[in-house]
């Protein structure tokens, strides 16, 4: 049955229109909601009055409206859960959950792990003084 399918699009920006506008041209999708949205996401869909930080206004409404697919965009509601709250009503979201956000969150945890687990990359340091991240500039 062609346009049957929904998507909820969470973010404002380009990635976000981008993602509206390929879902706008697949028969299979009938609507097509971004929250907040932008005046190109308008092209493509219809923008509804939800902050992508709304986590309680953006989960009620998704459980309500039971969208076919959430794609979360923005790095903050990822990190704050956004997805595995949307998740828990059931629903399918393509993002990261929270612990899987934090590698594009923190980028301190990210560089951690991979040194840990001994994946190769530049060498970097976390400091909490200037004079710290100095002495590390000059030791490169």
């Known amino acids: 049955m062609a346009g049957q399918h929904t998507v909820l699009i ?13 879902f706008s041209r697949d028969a299979r999708i009938g609507k097509i909601w ?3 949205g932008n005046a190109g996401t308008a092209e493509v869909g219809e ?8 986590e309680q206004g953006l989960v009620a409404w998704a459980a309500k409206e039971k969208p ?3 794609v979360v965009g923005p790095e903050a509601p990822l990190c704050a859960g956004l997805a595995d ?9 393509f993002g990261p959950g929270k612990e899987g956000a934090r590698l594009e969150g923190s980028k301190s ?13 530049a060498r970097a340091g976390s400091f909490q003084k200037l004079e710290e991240a100095i002495r590390f500039s000059e030791s490169l």
């Open 10 to 22: 969470v973010g404002s920006g380009g990635r976000e229109h981008a993602f509206g506008w390929a």
């Open 85 to 93: 709250r949307l998740r828990a009503q059931g629903l399918r979201v």
């Open 109 to 121: 945890f990210c560089k951690e792990l991979l040194v840990r687990q001994k994946i190769p990359t």
């Open 68 to 70: 076919s697919l959430v």
């Open 47 to 54: 923008n509804l009055p939800l902050a992508a930080t709304d």
């Open 34 to 36: 971004f929250a907040p």
